[in-house]
């Protein structure tokens, strides 16, 4: 079984800038979420999509970051502008349901210069 | 409200040694624990969990047991190898919340 899937590994920016980072979960999981880890830090959830609805956003900063998932499939998170504290590991995973386990992608390591 | 505290790093052992890793959460009622596994260069990997209390999550030589009355989940291995150097993150999730990470213990085992 394909796990979750995120591209690209790594992207360097100047704050300002935007940028963009796709996600390609488990098959058949219904559940998607995106997860902040900087340095030294546990990662924290920025947002979770029940297939296409959002089931909580409560700590996306919803002034430079989006997100969606079309289609109940692949996801995007957006930073538009990013600042230099956004550098970090940006994760994604995906969960057969809600409150299931999460299996987690890779992860982009985003420097933002 | 819920989260969950581990002991801070680094940890460095010799191949062979015993291997604890303590952890500890906050939360009402009864959440599901996990430890979670993350090797350099690469992103989080499910090690064991453990749903209820008295539980015993095991795998790869790991185990932690679900401890209600001392709210705690501790990562154990007998014998460490070299391929065991990783960072290991505790976590939690509670119906109708969302998953809590601890802040990951780096483990180092030299030959």
């Known amino acids: 079984e394909a796990g979750v899937a995120q591209s690209p590994r790594y992207k360097i920016i100047e704050k300002r800038q935007s940028v963009a980072f796709w996600c390609n979960p488990i098959?058949?999981?219904?559940?998607l979420y995106w997860y902040q880890q900087i340095l030294g830090q546990g990662p924290k959830l920025l947002i979770q999509f029940q297939n296409n609805g959002v089931v909580d956003d409560s700590q996306l900063p919803k002034d430079r970051f989006s997100a969606e998932r079309l289609k109940g499939v692949d996801s995007t998170l957006k930073i538009q502008p990013a600042k230099l504290e956004d550098s970090a590991v940006y994760l994604c995973?995906?969960?057969?349901?809600?409150?299931?386990?999460?299996?987690f992608g890779p992860g982009t390591r985003l420097l933002v210069l | 409200g819920d989260s969950v505290t581990q002991m801070e790093g680094p940890v460095t052992l010799s191949e062979e040694a015993f291997l604890t890793i303590n952890c500890t959460y906050t939360?009402?009622?009864?959440?599901?624990l996990f430890w979670y596994v993350q090797y350099p260069g690469e992103g989080l990997q499910l090690l064991l969990k453990a749903t209820k209390a008295d539980d015993k999550g095991s795998n790869k030589g790991f185990e932690a047991t679900y401890r209600k009355e001392t709210t705690s989940f501790h990562l154990e291995k007998g014998s460490v190898q070299v391929s065991d150097s990783a960072v290991y993150f505790c976590?939690?999730?509670?119906?109708?919340?969302?998953?809590?990470f601890g802040t990951g213990t780096s483990l180092t085992v030299i030959p």
């Open positions: 098959s058949g999981h219904a559940t």
């Open positions: 995973a995906s969960s057969l349901e809600l409150y299931e386990t999460q299996y």
């Open positions: 939360a009402t009622g009864y959440p599901s």
């Open positions: 976590a939690l999730i509670h119906t109708g919340n969302q998953f809590y």
